[in-house]
């Protein structure tokens, strides 16, 4: 792999990185932790949120996997789970600049059937989620993070599976 289709990928690893552990400090003080468990109102940390587990969602499904079987407190989980993230968003971005570069077609189609079921298993998570309900006591943001996790890797998927390789102008 040459220098210049590894850095691409690489600094955009490292933005997303930095932008889980800023959103995490941010989380940190402004007790985001608790809230996470116990409940409360929408507001731009949750749509931030969403929307980088969205971006990275491979990387926050490693993350979460990861944390899991240690039953951690709280800001234990909080700070663990957000740590390994940033972690594991940069090799996904290699990864990710890997399979671009692959061209099989059973690997495409291997792809698509990730991003339908990806798909399939986001709405059963809004279904979930909605379902459930939001108030002040309960919250559903974990519900709702699973489904943008959900449709992020299906996004991904999808995007991944019907790349065109430019410099050629043929299906990868």
């Not at 940190?28 to 749509?47: I, K, M, R």
């Not at 407190?73 to 594991?88: D, N, S, T």
């Amino acid at each position: 792999m040459g220098s210049e289709t590894m850095t691409r990928p690489l600094v955009i690893g490292l933005a997303n990185a930095i932008a889980i552990l800023v959103l995490a400090a941010w989380g940190v003080a402004s007790d985001q932790w608790y809230f996470e468990a116990q409940g409360s109102s929408l507001d731009a940390y949750q749509v931030l949120t969403f929307c980088l587990v969205a971006v990275t969602a491979p990387a926050f499904l490693i993350s979460m996997l990861a944390v899991l079987p240690f039953h951690l407190g709280l800001l234990q989980h909080y700070i663990f789970l957000r740590v390994f993230w940033a972690i594991a968003t940069v090799p996904i971005w290699l990864v990710y600049e890997r399979v671009l570069r692959s061209s099989g077609r059973t690997y495409r189609i291997l792809l698509l059937s990730l991003a339908v079921l990806s798909l399939y298993a986001a709405i059963w998570a809004a279904k979930l989620t909605w379902a459930e309900g939001h108030d002040d006591v309960h919250s559903s943001w974990s519900g709702l993070t699973l489904v943008s996790m959900f449709l992020g890797i299906a996004f991904f998927a999808a995007r991944l599976a019907l790349h065109r390789k430019c410099s050629t102008g043929k299906a990868a």
